[in-house]
């Protein structure tokens, strides 16, 4: 379960306490219906105050918790990274900064590129609380993916839940933008076959631009997953504020967050052997895992008792991790 860090869970209470549930909760109604459609904005989707509000009271926690989750596994198999600069377009409320600050003590500045100035405004706001100086201290400036704008140079360059909102014209060209820029790219989408189909898209055009994928997957060739009725995703386990809850009308305690990521990497480290590409399975004394593998193809592994610290291990697997485990003997 991917808890929000305390400095985000109480800046998030403090900048969103003076605000009217009840009108958030209308605004969460509409927001969750457009998202679901899924189609391209023809103009900003978050248009006011309780718009922005809303977002970083249902979404922002859920962002923050697919971000976090895949960029741990990143941290995982690449240990030498150390960045030291970010830049996050189509920052939003500022998700990303924060999950990269949580895996990157290195990290001594960050830029957010927005268009949305009211969401910018919220998400500066909310930056205030963070204890990591990164964090209090990012910049946040006014930019709109399209023709045109470049982006600043960084160690590592995100992008999250945006994609998808972006006109297709404009989808390749910031994608090959963010591999001339960055030297860690990173890309996620909600985990749906659509959101998949765009993180494919933009995986082919990060290895066309000479990167190597760092993950989840464990080969820059071609997805084995990418045709018929199946999609790669993960899911991230958020739990639940009070005003969550309330704006969500939802009872229970947490939710999960089905994302698709790609991260690739300038430098040509190595990406784990394999990946856990769904729920492992387990029975008595068994483990079955379906692992995504190097060289390019889909694998079931069943692992039991009798194979001892393996079964251990992959006892404490969860969906979305290496296998085997990075830095350990398989
Ligand atoms: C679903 S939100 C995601 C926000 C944040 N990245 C996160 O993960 O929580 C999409 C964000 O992208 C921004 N956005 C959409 N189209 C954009 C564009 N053409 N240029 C800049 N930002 C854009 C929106 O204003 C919004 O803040």
Do not use: N
């Not at 509409?30 to 977002?55: F, H, K, N």
């Not at 076959?193 to 066309?208: D, F, K, S, T, Y």
């Not at 084995?224 to 309330?246: K, Y």
């Not at 393996?310 to 398989?330: F, H, I, K, Q, S």
């Amino acid at each position: 379960m991917a808890a929000l860090p305390d400095d985000l869970r109480v800046s998030l209470e403090q900048v969103l306490r003076p605000s009217s549930t009840q009108e958030i909760a209308r605004s969460v109604e509409r927001l969750i219906e457009r998202y679901r459609r899924g189609t391209a904005a023809t103009e900003p989707i978050l248009r006011s105050p309780t718009d922005v509000a809303a977002y970083a009271a249902y979404r922002m926690p859920a962002t923050f918790a697919a971000v976090r989750a895949a960029l741990a596994r990143v941290a995982e198999v690449a240990p030498e990274f150390r960045p030291r600069t970010h830049v996050d377009v189509g920052g939003g409320t500022g998700a990303a900064v924060w999950a990269a600050a949580e895996t990157w003590p290195s990290l001594e500045s960050a830029e957010v590129l927005e268009q949305v100035s009211q969401v910018m405004t919220l998400g500066r706001r909310l930056a205030e609380g963070a204890e990591a100086p990164v964090v209090r201290g990012a910049r946040w400036r006014r930019y709109v993916v399209g023709p045109g704008p470049t982006l600043p140079e960084a160690d590592l360059v995100t992008m999250s839940y945006v994609l998808g909102e972006l006109p297709e014209a404009h989808r390749a060209g910031i994608v090959r933008e963010m591999a001339a820029r960055g030297g860690v790219v990173a890309l996620f989408e909600p985990g749906t076959p659509a959101g998949h189909q765009r993180v494919l898209a933009a995986r082919e055009l990060l290895v066309e631009q000479g990167m190597t994928v760092l993950a989840p997957c464990p080969h820059s060739a071609a997805c084995p997953i990418s045709g018929g009725e199946d999609w790669c995703h993960f899911a991230a386990r958020v739990t639940r504020s009070v005003l969550h809850r309330q704006v969500k009308a939802a009872s229970l305690g947490y939710e999960d967050e089905k994302f698709s990521y790609v991260v690739a990497a300038r430098t040509a480290w190595a990406p784990a052997e394999g990946r856990v590409v769904r729920h492992p399975l387990r029975r008595k004394g068994l483990v079955s895992l379906r692992v995504c593998t190097a060289d390019g193809g889909l694998t079931t592994e069943t692992v039991s008792k009798r194979h001892g610290e393996t079964y251990r291990r992959a006892r404490d697997l969860e969906w979305g991790d290496a296998w085997p485990p990075v830095g350990e003997d398989g």
